[in-house]
């Protein structure tokens, strides 16, 4: 359901991948800033879940983990 997944960007999804490709580049300079990156982000829906943890990942400082997190996304995102 690509519709449904478009449909939910409160962004258009160009502005979306942008902000996550700040963000990925962020996380491999092991930028604590990173949160703030995810934060401007906002909600994508069926993406909750792992946004939650890439905001885990940051906090507990395992970048590693945020950047593969973040790699996913952008290519569930990037079917669209």
Request: hydrophobic fraction near 40%; charged fraction near 30%; charge should be negative.
């Amino acid at each position: 359901p690509a519709e449904h997944v478009t449909a939910a960007f409160r962004q258009s999804p160009s502005m979306v991948m942008s902000k996550l490709q700040e963000l990925e580049q962020t996380l491999r300079e092991h930028n604590p800033d990173a949160i703030d990156r995810l934060k401007e982000i906002g909600a994508v829906e069926d993406c909750e879940s792992e946004f939650n943890m890439i905001g885990k990942a940051v906090t507990s400082y395992e970048f590693d983990r945020a950047l593969e997190l973040v790699k996913g996304i952008k290519s569930r995102l990037g079917d669209v």
